[in-house]
């Protein structure tokens, strides 16, 4: 295991992601591809309520054959479309990740070959290893799936938000106004819970520690 100084300053920005920028530039089409896939993906995901919403109140209430086998393709297609859109949006991310690191870290070795014999007399090998496969793993979990599932979420809960103000601003209000407090509850009895477990059992704190 490679020696890192205990001094290396911990990163509390993003803004240093800013230089992975001259390594998506040359695959903007697959990163527009995926971010149209995700868009659909996500518009898809949002229709499926409603779908099943209308196949329930406007099939199902009427008891009337064509108008549920109706509904019931709407809701099957946008089903259809979420899982296809979802798994091309997975397959260009993972793949651009797997591009953007393997473009990062022929860079990076190729400025080290270069560097004086002076830089591997001060920094230790392990640490460079590291930097090559530790720290790169990190950026294709970052440049791939993590912004990714992140923009995801995003979409997904500010359509979530407008389709829920649509049905009932009341709701919307009463949700946002209830919700910090149903979560500090729920993290209050988790904390306490917890507490009591780690009193009670024989060896519970090692246990709550090691998971």
Do not use: C
């Not at 490679?2 to 530039?25: C, E, H, M, N």
């Not at 209830?178 to 993290?187: C, N």
């Not at 209050?188 to 090691?210: L, N």
């Amino acid at each position: 295991m490679a020696d890192i100084p205990a001094d290396r300053p911990k990163g509390k920005s993003l803004k240093p992601l800013r230089a992975l920028a001259p390594y998506l530039a040359p695959h903007w089409r697959v990163l527009a591809v995926a971010l149209g896939s995700l868009l659909v993906a996500a518009t898809a995901q949002l229709a499926l309520p409603v779908a099943l919403r209308f196949l329930i109140d406007e099939g199902l209430a009427v008891r009337d054959a064509a108008t549920i086998n109706r509904y019931f393709i709407a809701f099957l297609a946008a089903a259809v479309i979420f899982g296809a859109f979802a798994a091309l949006r997975f397959y260009l991310v993972s793949w651009l990740g797997e591009r953007v690191v393997a473009d990062v870290r022929n860079a990076v070795y190729a400025k080290v070959i270069r560097m004086d014999p002076t830089f591997f007399e001060v920094t230790r090998t392990g640490e460079v290893l590291s930097r090559l496969t530790a720290d790169t793993t990190l950026v294709q979990s970052i440049s791939g799936v993590g912004i990714s599932i992140s923009l995801r979420s995003a979409i997904t809960l500010m359509g979530s938000l407008v389709m829920l103000v649509a049905t009932s601003p009341m709701l919307t209000l009463m949700i946002v106004l209830l919700m910090p407090g149903i979560l500090s509850m729920r993290s209050a009895t988790f904390f306490i819970t917890t507490s009591v477990r780690a009193v009670e059992e024989p060896g519970g704190s090692w246990t709550i520690v090691k998971k």
